[in-house]
């Protein structure tokens, strides 16, 4: 869920694996309400991250980090990752 996203502002949220070499994005458009999302069409992987792109917004990744090494993994292996905040 995305939280705090102003009327029309958009972010793409953008999840990658290096293992798997492969990514995929969601663009997101505020209501100002919170916005549910889903990233289709991801590969299993251990090793997902997430990060969050807006020219509204300051750059981060999850879980609020603002370098991509400080990222939190996500492990897609077994199960989809649900409950995630940004």
Known sequence: ???GLNHDH???LNAWSEIKHTQ???NIIGTG???LFEIPDLPISTDYRLEV???YY???VYDNQTHCE???VMDLSQTDV?????
Do not use: G, R, W
């Open 1 to 3: 869920m995305v939280l």
């Open 10 to 12: 958009t972010v793409c």
């Open 24 to 26: 995929n994005f969601v």
């Open 33 to 35: 309400e919170p916005v």
């Open 53 to 55: 792109i807006s020219e």
């Open 58 to 60: 300051a750059y981060q």
């Open 70 to 72: 400080n990222a939190n």
């Open 82 to 86: 649900t409950d995630i905040t940004l």
